[in-house]
């Protein structure tokens, strides 16, 4: 598998988590809380997704900063597969904001961050630096947000 197709599941998967966060805001229009968090989620990863892609055009014109990443095909298909599952439980559903915020910590922190950091231990440098800013970008703005919103809600951690 190239870099660039890594990249480019990794963008599927950005698209897809926002995908699922306009659903959410649409469905908590109106609700204090939820309205304010699905609307920062939602756009917070279509940054993600620009700022791959961004490094995917960096990634064109230095190919050789870049290189082969090695790693067999199977990299990220099960994040991938596993948001799609979400996503339709998530459409076919009515879920309450507690569900959804449960839903929302399960996505960041077990579908998609545990297996970006899985990844920083095998990629090569450039893509490495790639994923670790991913990894930052969700863990002090996303799980940040959802757990302010879960204590607010009154949810308890599950871990
Ligand atoms: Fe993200």
Known sequence: MTAKEILERAIKIERTAAEIYR??????????????????????????????????????????????????????????????VLKSFIIENPVSLEKAVSTALEIEEEVVEKRYMELLEILSPSLKKIFSELVEMSISEHVWRLE????????????
């Open 23 to 84: 659903i959410l805001y649409e469905r908590f229009k109106g609700d204090k809380i939820g309205e304010v968090l699905f609307f920062a989620m939602a756009r917070d990863e279509e940054w993600h997704a620009a700022f791959i892609e961004t490094e995917m055009k960096m990634m064109e014109t230095f190919p050789h900063a870049f290189g082969e990443a090695g790693q067999d095909s199977s990299v990220l298909l099960d994040t991938l597969n596993r948001m799609e």
């Open 148 to 159: 302010t919103a879960a204590k607010k809600l009154g949810l308890k951690k599950n871990t």
